[in-house]
């Protein structure tokens, strides 16, 4: 019972410095698997591994969210401003999230006092693609762990904030970097594994979702994305991913991209690890004809040994920088296991979990240019003419041929993830409605050199939106409602039992609607704009509910149209914690 | 995921913007009131001067030190400045405006600074206007495409004709790569063997995996040179190619004009003493100066 030890060793601990600090158990692997049940603690990214970001708490409710009330605030601070992304994590009156820079705390529930904080020393220079956020940590036995810019994962001490190991995930100066949740998964022949993708590298780098033993950091497997790569087992070459050459021409697989560089789910009923794959190399899809796999796909993958169990390919022979890596999210469709994914391409997707069968796909945004809609196996029906033309081919052999393509690479939705309620058999999708003209262009440079790459401008399609937060029924593929909102959706869903879905917006309003009518029951100015997901938690008898607020990540890259609707707001970085006050004045 | 350039809005505005710039850079040199000008940088006694970290033979880390064409240019101008060089390598953000916007008029976002020059910058009138923050200009070296080859296994002068047969290897996503996957509607893909970095092309080449290597001149003669191999270079009829040369100069901030003036004369005296192409040789690299303005 190292639990019990620890927790006595902590409270003698908290008792000599006189401070009022929790009591710390170590987190089982049990406690990880079981964390969508347990209403007390929140454990993993997702609200458990299967991703649905539901809460069976229902003491904050319909009835009540209009007195929602903040409980305290604090400061990210410094000078370091930036976009913050991370969801916290909670356990035993303990709060752990991840900021901007890579850096992490853990935090005093009851006071919004810090108990630690962890700054990752990064090398000077180094350039992520899209702002220097993070997307939180994972917790088990004693340790958090996450990721960094630098492409280091580091497993801190959860009492103490003190490193315990550090293992690069790759060379930082090849480009690569982490920003993902890990993902903590139990296996019988390993015990409990963290889970990662890869993210950066140079361009053309082969994606790849990564298993480590918790204790150490040590490599167990290692799956690449692209068909035709090996994989790792136990520190000797496995199986190939796919047949070498079926979808890709000549050596071009070699080289095929397929970024696994946000996170994955876990279900435990099948025992897969689901993962998403980016965009293949290079942009011109004219020269890789072919599907292309397994870039912007789902996959998923068997934790025991690291095979593909199933891929599934949203969009084969990409044109349109539809990365594939959205959320893949477990739930039961009338008693059939099934996960469901809302793609960049602009179509949700209802599959079988268990062999990846195309059950049903249909659009989630109003207009989609690029294809016509999906065949009976989940394949987009291609629209030709909204295929970014082949520059060799056009008159003055410049750009190819410019399209208008909706939804733009930015996507119908992107790294935000949606929440499913079991009560409504809704998903709720933060969707964004727009559209790119897009162009394969042979001249930009890189590093000095020529190279060919797309040339793209965002633009919006309806006046007064571009973000839309949809409540989807995956039975039907009918959009219940929408709530519509002026600027991009960039922050995660949350749905709970009281029959709320929360959100937050980058205007900074975190809201509270209602999950069967999208009314707006309940909304918080939090000060800076919200690109995080919400959690909910049960502390002493109360329903917290915790949201980050810290304008950033990669939306305020994008020119354009797009800017003006996000140029007026101010960085920030704090984290917010609200409950029902115990007594209102008045009374 | 995609490179950070994507929007060119504001063109004409930016345009405005850079006339007005100029003649406010014309006006304040005669107040000497501008951010980090050559004063401020001669009275400091330091010229801090960014390239890449991976970028050979211009610039590259060897054991530790900074080595390359661009490592002893800004030297060299530096001495001619009267002052130290500070060389800071650096590594490459997605788009040549990432690295603009990092080491010459913002700073990474996680901190470093910019520098008072950038070398190894593609002089292109596109690239500048979408740029308005950075001047460009001095360019001292002319990029061009080339193949390197194995005779006996190409002939002495082949056209792209043989690597129908043949393979040849070439960098990703590069203009060569594009010519190469494009050529007659892709009837040498088979034969396109890909590499990322160029020490893998080098190396295939070497074993003769490859019976040739395309690319950009002055990384072929070097990556050859480092691999002991001599064998000729040939620029064989590239009709269809959408850029076979381009000339590599110099970026600095929009208000510290009068910097890259000084640095121009320093420059072309570097030139002119033939030191520049010295230098080149130092890598194995034949100097390619930019061809005069028509």
Same mark, same amino acid.
């Given at each position: 019972?190292?639990?019990?030890?620890?927790?006595?060793?902590?409270?003698?601990?908290?008792?000599?410095?006189?401070?009022?600090?929790?009591?710390?158990?170590?987190?089982?692997?049990? %406690?990880?698997?079981?964390?969508?049940?347990?209403?007390?603690?929140?454990?993993?990214?997702?609200?458990?591994?299967?991703?649905?970001?539901?809460?069976?708490? /229902?003491?904050?409710?319909?009835?009540?969210?209009?007195?929602?009330?903040?409980?305290? @605030?604090?400061?990210?601070?410094?000078?370091?401003?930036?976009?913050?992304?991370?969801?916290?994590?909670?356990?035993?009156?303990?709060?752990?999230?991840?900021?901007?820079?890579?850096?992490?705390?853990?935090?005093?529930?009851?006071?919004?006092?810090?108990?630690?904080?962890?700054?990752?020393?990064?090398?000077?220079?180094?350039?992520?693609?899209?702002?220097?956020?993070?997307?939180?940590?994972?917790?088990?036995?004693?340790?958090?762990?996450?990721?960094?810019?630098?492409?280091?994962?580091?497993?801190?001490?959860?009492?103490?904030?003190?490193?315990?190991?550090?293992?690069?995930?790759?060379?930082?100066?090849?480009?690569?970097?982490?920003?993902?949740?890990?993902?903590?998964?139990?296996?019988?022949?390993?015990?409990?594994?963290?889970?990662?993708?890869?993210?950066?590298?140079?361009?053309?780098?082969?994606?790849?979702?990564?298993?480590?033993?918790? %204790?150490?950091?040590?490599?167990?497997?290692?799956?690449?994305?692209?068909?035709?790569?090996?994989?790792?087992?136990?520190?000797?070459?496995?199986?190939?991913?796919?047949?070498?050459?079926?979808?890709?021409?000549?050596?071009?697989?070699?080289?095929?991209?397929?970024?696994?560089?946000?996170?994955?789910?876990?279900?435990?009923?099948?025992?897969?690890?689901?993962?998403?794959?980016?965009?293949?190399?290079?942009?011109?899809?004219?020269?890789?004809?072919? /599907?292309?796999?397994?870039?912007?796909?789902?996959?998923?993958? %068997?934790?025991?040994?690291?095979?593909?169990?199933?891929?599934?390919?949203?969009?084969?022979? %990409?044109?349109?920088?539809?990365?594939?890596?959205?959320?893949?999210?477990?739930?039961?469709?009338?008693?059939?296991?099934?996960?469901?994914?809302?793609?960049?391409?602009?179509?949700?997707?209802?599959?079988?979990?268990?062999?990846?069968?195309?059950?049903?796909?249909?659009?989630?945004?109003?207009?989609?240019?690029?294809?016509?809609?999906?065949?009976?196996?989940?394949?987009?029906?291609?629209?030709?003419?909204?295929?970014?033309?082949?520059?060799?081919?056009?008159?003055?052999?410049?750009?190819?041929?410019?399209?208008?393509?909706?939804?733009?690479? $930015?996507?119908?939705?992107?790294?935000?993830?949606? @929440?499913?309620?079991?009560?409504?058999?809704?998903?709720?999708?933060? @969707?964004?409605?727009?559209?790119?003209?897009?162009?394969?262009?042979?001249?930009?440079?890189?590093?000095?050199?020529?190279?060919?790459?797309?040339?793209?401008?965002?633009?919006?399609?309806?006046?007064?939106?571009?973000?839309?937060?949809?409540?989807?029924?995956?039975?039907?593929?009918?959009?219940?409602?929408?709530?519509?909102?002026?600027?991009?959706?960039?922050?995660?869903? $949350?749905?709970?039992?009281?029959?709320?879905?929360?959100?937050?917006?980058?205007?900074?309003? $975190?809201?509270?609607? /209602?999950?069967?009518?999208?009314?707006?029951?309940?909304?918080?100015?939090?000060?800076?704009?919200?690109?995080?997901?919400?959690?909910?938690?049960?502390?002493?008898?109360?329903?917290?509910?915790?949201?980050?607020?810290?304008?950033?990540?990669?939306?305020?890259?994008?020119?354009?149209?797009?800017?003006?609707?996000?140029?007026?707001?101010?960085?920030?970085?704090?984290?917010?914690?609200?409950?029902?006050?115990?007594?209102?004045?008045?009374? | 995921?995609? *490179?950070?350039?994507?929007?060119?809005? !504001?063109?004409?505005?930016?345009?405005?913007?850079?006339?007005?710039?100029?003649?406010?850079?014309?006006?304040?040199?005669?107040?000497?009131?501008?951010?980090?000008?050559?004063?401020?940088?001669?009275?400091?006694?330091?010229?801090?001067?960014?390239?890449?970290?991976?970028?050979?033979?211009?610039?590259?880390?060897?054991?530790?030190?900074?080595?390359?064409?661009?490592?002893?240019?800004?030297?060299?101008?530096?001495?001619? &400045?009267?002052?130290?060089?500070?060389?800071? &390598?650096?590594?490459?953000?997605?788009?040549?405006?990432?690295?603009?916007?990092?080491?010459?008029?913002?700073?990474?976002?996680?901190?470093?600074?910019?520098?008072?020059?950038?070398?190894?910058?593609?002089?292109?009138?596109?690239?500048?206007?979408?740029?308005?923050?950075?001047?460009?200009? !001095?360019?001292?070296?002319?990029?061009?495409?080339?193949?390197?080859?194995?005779?006996?296994?190409?002939?002495?002068? *082949?056209?792209?004709?043989?690597?129908?047969?043949?393979?040849?290897?070439?960098?990703?996503?590069?203009?060569?790569?594009?010519?190469?996957?494009?050529?007659?509607?892709?009837?040498?893909?088979? !034969?396109?063997?890909?590499?990322?970095?160029?020490?893998?092309?080098?190396?295939?080449?070497?074993?003769?995996?490859?019976?040739? &290597?395309?690319?950009?001149?002055?990384?072929?003669?070097?990556?050859?040179?480092?691999?002991?191999?001599?064998?000729?270079?040939?620029?064989?009829?590239?009709?269809?190619?959408?850029?076979?040369?381009?000339?590599?100069?110099?970026?600095?901030?929009?208000?510290?004009?009068?910097?890259?003036?000084?640095?121009?004369?320093?420059?072309?005296?570097?030139?002119?003493?033939?030191?520049?192409?010295?230098?080149?040789?130092?890598?194995?690299?034949?100097?390619? *100066?930019?061809?005069?303005?028509?």
């Amino acid at each position: 019972m190292t639990s019990w030890k620890l927790l006595a060793t902590a409270s003698a601990c908290a008792l000599s410095l006189g401070l009022a600090s929790p009591s710390m158990a170590d987190v089982s692997i049990e %406690d990880v698997v079981n964390d969508a049940k347990s209403a007390n603690d929140v454990l993993t990214s997702g609200l458990g591994g299967q991703g649905q970001r539901y809460s069976p708490l /229902d003491a904050v409710n319909k009835d009540n969210v209009s007195g929602l009330a903040p409980a305290w @605030a604090m400061s990210l601070g410094g000078e370091k401003m930036r976009g913050q992304q991370a969801q916290p994590l909670v356990k035993d009156g303990v709060m752990y999230i991840t900021g901007s820079y890579s850096r992490a705390w853990a935090i005093d529930v009851k006071t919004g006092r810090e108990l630690w904080q962890y700054d990752h020393r990064l090398p000077e220079g180094i350039l992520p693609c899209c702002d220097v956020i993070n997307r939180g940590g994972a917790l088990i036995g004693d340790k958090f762990i996450f990721g960094t810019l630098d492409a280091k994962l580091v497993a801190l001490s959860a009492k103490t904030g003190k490193v315990v190991w550090t293992k690069e995930i790759d060379d930082y100066k090849a480009g690569y970097s982490y920003t993902a949740a890990p993902l903590i998964v139990p296996t019988k022949a390993h015990g409990p594994l963290l889970v990662t993708g890869v993210s950066g590298g140079e361009f053309g780098v082969i994606g790849r979702v990564e298993a480590r033993k918790v %204790d150490n950091g040590e490599l167990v497997w290692s799956r690449p994305t692209i068909e035709g790569h090996m994989g790792t087992l136990n520190g000797k070459e496995s199986t190939m991913t796919g047949k070498k050459n079926e979808t890709w021409p000549g050596d071009l697989w070699k080289t095929g991209g397929g970024a696994t560089w946000l996170g994955g789910t876990y279900d435990d009923e099948t025992k897969l690890v689901f993962f998403g794959a980016g965009n293949p190399a290079p942009w011109n899809s004219h020269m890789r004809p072919g /599907d292309n796999k397994w870039s912007c796909s789902r996959i998923a993958i %068997d934790p025991e040994t690291g095979e593909i169990k199933w891929g599934f390919q949203t969009t084969p022979n %990409d044109g349109w920088d539809f990365d594939g890596v959205n959320e893949v999210v477990s739930f039961d469709l009338d008693g059939t296991k099934a996960v469901a994914t809302a793609d960049r391409n602009g179509f949700f997707y209802v599959l079988n979990r268990e062999n990846g069968k195309f059950i049903r796909g249909f659009p989630f945004v109003e207009k989609i240019t690029w294809a016509k809609g999906l065949d009976e196996n989940g394949k987009p029906i291609y629209v030709p003419e909204n295929r970014p033309g082949n520059p060799a081919k056009s008159a003055d052999g410049k750009k190819g041929e410019n399209v208008f393509a909706v939804p733009s690479f $930015l996507g119908g939705k992107n790294q935000q993830p949606m @929440a499913y309620s079991p009560k409504t058999k809704l998903f709720y999708v933060p @969707a964004n409605e727009w559209g790119m003209d897009i162009h394969n262009e042979p001249v930009t440079y890189k590093q000095g050199a020529a190279y060919l790459g797309a040339g793209f401008t965002i633009k919006t399609i309806f006046d007064d939106h571009i973000g839309a937060l949809k409540a989807v029924d995956p039975a039907t593929g009918k959009i219940v409602f929408q709530v519509n909102n002026k600027a991009p959706l960039w922050g995660g869903v $949350l749905t709970t039992g009281g029959g709320l879905v929360f959100y937050g917006t980058p205007e900074g309003e $975190l809201k509270a609607i /209602d999950d069967t009518t999208g009314k707006e029951l309940w909304s918080f100015n939090t000060g800076s704009g919200i690109v995080a997901p919400p959690v909910t938690w049960e502390q002493d008898g109360e329903q917290m509910i915790s949201v980050l607020s810290g304008w950033g990540g990669a939306v305020p890259l994008w020119g354009g149209e797009v800017a003006k609707t996000v140029s007026n707001l101010n960085q920030g970085g704090m984290v917010w914690t609200f409950k029902l006050p115990k007594k209102v004045a008045g009374n | 995921m995609r *490179p950070a350039s994507a929007a060119l809005q !504001n063109k004409h505005v930016d345009f405005l913007r850079r006339g007005a710039a100029i003649i406010a850079a014309l006006c304040s040199l005669a107040t000497g009131s501008l951010a980090r000008p050559l004063d401020e940088v001669v009275a400091s006694g330091t010229l801090r001067v960014i390239s890449y970290s991976d970028n050979a033979p211009f610039s590259f880390e060897d054991q530790g030190a900074a080595r390359g064409i661009d490592v002893d240019l800004g030297h060299a101008i530096a001495r001619e &400045l009267g002052i130290k060089a500070e060389i800071v &390598l650096r590594m490459q953000g997605e788009e040549v405006d990432d690295d603009i916007r990092a080491n010459v008029w913002r700073g990474p976002l996680t901190g470093g600074g910019t520098g008072d020059l950038m070398l190894s910058v593609p002089i292109d009138r596109a690239l500048s206007l979408r740029n308005p923050e950075a001047v460009f200009g !001095n360019a001292y070296f002319q990029e061009r495409i080339a193949v390197a080859i194995h005779p006996d296994l190409t002939g002495p002068n *082949p056209t792209f004709d043989v690597f129908k047969t043949q393979k040849i290897g070439v960098r990703l996503a590069t203009v060569s790569d594009y010519f190469l996957l494009s050529y007659q509607d892709g009837v040498l893909i088979n !034969n396109v063997s890909h590499h990322v970095k160029p020490e893998a092309g080098a190396k295939e080449f070497a074993a003769k995996e490859i019976a040739a &290597l395309m690319g950009v001149r002055s990384e072929l003669e070097m990556q050859l040179a480092r691999a002991g191999i001599d064998v000729p270079l040939v620029e064989p009829d590239m009709t269809g190619i959408v850029r076979r040369d381009w000339l590599l100069g110099m970026a600095w901030k929009e208000n510290s004009r009068d910097l890259g003036y000084a640095v121009q004369a320093a420059v072309e005296k570097i030139r002119a003493s033939g030191e520049l192409e010295r230098i080149c040789r130092t890598y194995g690299v034949t100097y390619m *100066p930019p061809p005069p303005p028509k």
